[in-house]
């Protein structure tokens, strides 16, 4: 499994990409299937309304958009009752829960094989903000440890992998 990350400081732009609002013509295959809708609802501009309403509680918060993209092996064959809880998982070790965040995630059907994004607002209706720092490293040892637990085939080559006998769960592969 591939996860990315990117932070930003809009929901309007970074949904309607992943919901493909703005494309015209798509066939059925193509659309993107929307699997989860967290704490909010209806159309992509909706949900950025809604998400930014609760983001604009942490006046801290200048970049409150988490936007995973995530990927498993070409070869790699989930039901979708396994997938949903690999993604499901991939939002909360991420900082993301259903009872203090909202969040989409999204199918895509673009790509030689299909691929995931979850868009979060990091702003929890606490007002917490989820952290981001250091977080290309997190998407590593987030996917090693997921692919472990879901028995899932291991990426190989990463830099950090997740370690639960380090203090910080985690450990660097290379110098």
Do not use: W
């Amino acid at each position: 499994m591939i996860i990315n990350a990117t932070t930003g400081q809009g929901f309007t732009g970074v949904l309607s990409y992943v919901e493909k609002e703005h494309e015209k013509g798509l066939t059925q295959e193509q659309r993107p299937e929307v699997l989860q809708e967290v704490n909010c609802f209806g159309s992509a501009k909706e949900k950025a309304q809604q998400m930014r309403f609760v983001a604009q509680e942490n006046s801290k918060a200048s970049r409150p958009v988490l936007h995973l993209s995530v990927s498993f092996q070409e070869n790699e064959k989930l039901t979708p009752q396994q997938r949903d809880k690999v993604l499901n998982d991939v939002a909360k070790e991420f900082g993301a829960t259903p009872e203090n965040n909202q969040y989409v995630i999204v199918k895509h059907n673009d790509a030689k094989h299909e691929h995931y994004h979850i868009v979060i607002n990091k702003v929890g209706f606490d007002k917490s903000n989820i952290s981001t720092q250091y977080v290309q490293n997190k998407c590593q040892v987030v996917a090693d440890k997921l692919e472990q637990k879901h028995e899932l085939q291991r990426v190989q080559g990463r830099k950090v992998v997740y370690d639960p006998s380090q203090e910080k769960g985690y450990r660097f592969t290379t110098k």
